[in-house]
């Protein structure tokens, strides 16, 4: 009886006890469920159409800043105005129709447009104290920006080959290069350029980011916005460092290829004046390449090895500005052909300019 009564109490206190595990269970799941819908909804906040990012520059010194936007705006009116000066001497010189001084007028074109993208936005946010740029124009920016930057690395490319051909194959120059294969290299790097600028925009648009983000940079650059995304970010990763060698890579050995050959092509001449002239028609065309060059691997490797935002900046000011800054300088200074032209085209306009003002002063 006794024992019966015992088994009683037992099961009694094993249901009660089983029960009570039951509700003890529906009450902790029912709160990890709130807990994990909070969680999710603060997520799916954060995780909204992003408005903006903040460009932060390379000094958040406001006592810096008046000397920074001087600096930038001299650099800016000079690059403008020099990569300018370049296009309109050799689409007015007659002697300067040939393809080199196309590929060089196309390449001040370039230049002009890669600085555009980027400077005038930093000065814009200088002046007005600001350092907000919106979604879209950060997207829009980094496109155009991966597209000159692109068309820079062919174009220096096809007019490594420009000099091969004029230094090893002298005889067949005008044949080989002819307009129909200049058009050709000329919009083969246009598309390529293109598809690759579109491709990875196209795969930064798949990302998601939290609403308040900062760029340590001056421009939207595809390996920040890479780094500040929340998302899974190996595809991009993949995509972004296969492409770099690829058509990095790619061209730069065309580069070498074809120096290595016109470096053969010279040792081989016999006079000094010959070696002399044959090289000097390359200096300005290698100095351009190896400043070029050395910048972009600089922020490949420092992205890839370093992730410091500051020596990417600073990389990047090199290829975005100083170069193309630098380029009608080099061109102009170690090309006789530009001076005379530059020459004859100010000469022009003065000439034309005091016309003008002869008739006005007459009327």
Request: with cysteine; proline share 3%.
């Amino acid at each position: 009886m006794t024992s019966g009564i015992f088994r009683d109490t037992s099961s009694a206190a094993a249901i009660l006890g089983l029960f009570r595990s039951k509700h003890l269970i529906t009450i902790t799941n029912d709160i990890f469920l709130l807990s994990y819908t909070k969680l999710q909804q603060t997520e799916e906040e954060n995780l909204t159409v992003v408005s903006g990012f903040l460009l932060l520059g390379f000094s958040n010194e406001q006592e810096l800043q008046p000397i920074t936007f001087m600096i930038f705006f001299f650099m800016y009116l000079i690059t403008v105005f020099g990569n300018l000066a370049i296009i309109l001497a050799t689409i007015s010189d007659s002697h300067l129709h040939t393809p080199m001084y196309f590929f060089l007028s196309n390449l001040s074109f370039v230049d002009i447009c890669v600085t555009s993208t980027t400077i005038p936005k930093m000065l814009w946010n200088i002046q007005n104290h600001g350092k907000l740029i919106s979604y879209e124009s950060c997207i829009t920016q980094m496109y155009f920006v991966i597209l000159f930057v692109g068309l820079d690395d062919f174009l220096v490319t096809v007019m490594a080959y420009d000099r091969f051909v004029a230094i090893c194959h002298p005889l067949h120059y005008t044949v080989i290069m002819n307009p129909w294969l200049c058009g050709i290299m000329l919009l083969v790097s246009w598309i390529i350029s293109v598809l690759h600028s579109f491709l990875q925009t196209l795969m930064v648009l798949q990302l998601a980011f939290y609403t308040h983000l900062e760029i340590p940079h001056y421009f939207c650059e595809l390996n920040q916005l890479i780094q500040l995304a929340c998302s899974d970010t190996f595809l991009n990763d993949i995509v972004m460092y296969f492409a770099a060698p690829l058509l990095g890579g790619g061209p730069l050995v065309g580069i070498i290829y074809s120096y290595s050959k016109i470096v053969s092509s010279i040792c081989r001449i016999s006079s000094s004046q010959g070696k002399y002239k044959a090289f000097s028609t390359c200096a300005s065309h290698l100095s351009i390449v190896s400043l070029f060059y050395c910048t972009c691997l600089r922020v490949y490797l420092s992205s890839a090895v370093t992730h410091s935002s500051r020596s990417s900046a600073t990389a990047s000011l090199m290829y975005t500005v100083v170069t193309p800054m630098l380029n009608p300088f080099i061109y102009s200074l170690r090309n006789k052909d530009i001076k005379k032209a530059m020459k004859r085209y100010v000469g022009m306009a003065a000439t034309q300019g005091a016309s003008v003002l002869e008739l006005n002063n007459t009327i």
